[in-house]
């Protein structure tokens, strides 16, 4: 993490700087926030650089928030996307020495529920409508049952707990569907996902075809388009 060099040196620049720095150094993107500057005078922090969504730029406005005489925060971070180009400017200005891909926005992962627990799983959410048959309580080893999250009775009537292949494409689109009414569940674990490393449990034989992978999948396009969730 590079820092500007302040134009006046003032003791509370200073400060204003080591706080940026600890606060970007603390938090789940850091590896992203590495390329954003920042530059102090008279209590006017100016934000400069890239990062792959607006999301993330709204993050970063978030994490700075309420630091001690910062009078205005000026976030002139540029929105890249993954083949370089700008996404707010037109000329090459926008052009970021870093390009992003989608797996670097990811901090959320799958897990099946009778996996063992790993130290890099972060938080484990369990995201089933029900318990996983045959765990016991004493080897479940979730944070939180979120089941709100998870399809709804109608779905898996419909579907059934885990639903097939050829039946995959209306599900999934049924899901999403469902998704989008849940605000206060998506908030919770997009908010897990910013503290660090979120593991959704499920209870699927098939990951690449079960409800967890619909809500990863609609956790992470959401994440970089505000707008859609």
């Not at 048959?133 to 979730?142: I, M």
């Not at 089941?147 to 049924?174: D, I, M, T, Y």
Request: overall charge negative.
């Amino acid at each position: 993490m590079e820092m500007e060099p302040s134009t006046d040196g003032t003791a509370a620049d200073e400060r204003i700087y080591e706080t940026v720095r600890r606060r970007i150094d603390g938090c789940s993107y850091k590896f992203i926030f590495g390329n954003v500057t920042w530059h102090s005078n008279d209590g006017h922090l100016t934000l400069r650089g890239c990062v792959p969504s607006f999301y993330l730029k709204q993050v970063l406005q978030e994490l700075l928030h309420g630091i001690e005489r910062v009078k205005l925060i000026i976030n002139s971070v540029d929105v890249v996307s993954s083949t370089g180009m700008s996404s707010e400017r037109s000329d090459n200005r926008g052009l970021c020495p870093n390009h992003f891909h989608k797996r670097d926005l990811s901090m959320i992962q799958l897990k099946r529920a009778y996996d063992e627990p790993d130290s890099q799983d972060g938080f484990r959410v369990l995201v089933e409508p029900y318990w996983p048959r045959d765990l016991g309580e004493k080897d479940a080893k979730f944070d939180q049952w979120l089941k709100e999250v998870a399809p709804s009775a109608e779905l898996h009537q419909r579907f059934g707990q885990h639903p097939n292949v050829a039946k995959w494409a209306e599900f999934e689109q049924c899901y999403r569907a469902e998704l989008q009414e849940k605000h206060k569940s998506i908030k919770f674990l997009h908010a897990k996902s910013l503290e660090g490393v979120l593991t959704l449990i499920h209870a699927a034989h098939d990951e690449d075809h079960s409800s967890a992978a619909v809500l990863k999948r609609f956790l992470e396009e959401s994440a970089t388009n505000p707008a859609s969730n």
